[in-house]
């Protein structure tokens, strides 16, 4: 539901605005990948707001993640989470981006004799969950990897262990979000938040901006 909140700048949405006075339903502090899919997430039902403190959005974690897909990362607790995002990943609606985000790259936990209770502990605590974890000996090791040290005896293969493109999912929750009207507001470091009537206001270095008061009744 929107509530017809309007910014007070001269705003095509869409847009990354030098300075913001204005409210919306919801502010999203930070636009990576959290923030950026958040507000996306959220921009077909209300009013959004992202602000960024920096100059566009992707600096700091997102720009920087290796951007491995992995099943088995986290643990077994972390698993069901990723494996929820897979298909997404895989294949994402066709208004949302028209190709795969992910690409094979398989990865490999190899073990020396130090390593090997550590490596058998890695597929206990996998055993009867929906990852495929393959066992490697030391001959298939030195098939994969040409010239691999003596002392690395054993491997776990992860084969759907793969590549996220992290610029496009990142740009494509940017474009849906821009699409359904949602505001990036970049150089707005957010320095201060307060309650003030029954909402927020966050000071930023772009200007004030309020965000979750209670909508006024339309006439
Ligand atoms: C080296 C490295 C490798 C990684 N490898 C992987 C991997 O292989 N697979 C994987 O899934 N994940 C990986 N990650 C983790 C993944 O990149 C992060 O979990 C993810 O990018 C976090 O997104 P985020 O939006 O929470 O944080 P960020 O991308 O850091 O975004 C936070 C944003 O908030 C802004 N901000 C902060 N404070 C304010 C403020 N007060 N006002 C306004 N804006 C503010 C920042 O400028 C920034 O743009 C890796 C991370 C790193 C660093």
Not at 96 to 123: K, Q, Y
Not at 131 to 141: F, H, T
Not at 172 to 195: C, H, M, P, Q, T
Not at 198 to 212: F, Q, S
């Amino acid at each position: 539901m929107r509530f017809g909140r309007r910014f007070g700048l001269s705003s095509a949405p869409a847009r990354a605005h030098a300075r913001v006075r204005g409210d919306a339903d919801i502010a999203v502090i930070g636009a990576g990948m959290a923030g950026a899919s958040l507000a996306a997430e959220l921009a077909p039902h209300a009013s959004v707001i992202l602000l960024e403190g920096e100059t566009l959005p992707g600096y700091h974690a997102t720009g920087r993640s290796a951007a491995f897909w992995s099943e088995s990362y986290g643990g077994p607790h972390i698993l069901p989470l990723t494996a929820a995002s897979g298909p997404f990943l895989a294949d994402p609606p066709a208004e949302f981006h028209d190709r795969s985000f992910l690409g094979p790259r398989g990865a490999l936990s190899i073990a020396d004799a130090d390593g090997m209770a550590a490596l058998e502990a890695f597929s206990a605590d996998f055993a009867g969950l929906p990852i495929r974890l393959e066992r490697v000996d030391r001959p298939a090791l030195e098939a994969r990897i040409a010239g691999i040290k003596p002392r690395w005896t054993a491997a776990m293969f992860e084969p759907d262990c793969s590549d996220i493109d992290v610029a496009a999912l990142h740009g494509a929750y940017l474009k849906a979000f821009r699409r359904d009207s949602g505001i990036l507001v970049a150089n707005a470091e957010v320095e201060a938040i307060r309650r003030q009537d029954g909402g927020w206001r966050l000071e930023t270095r772009a200007g004030d901006v309020r965000a979750g008061e209670p909508p006024t009744p339309r006439r």
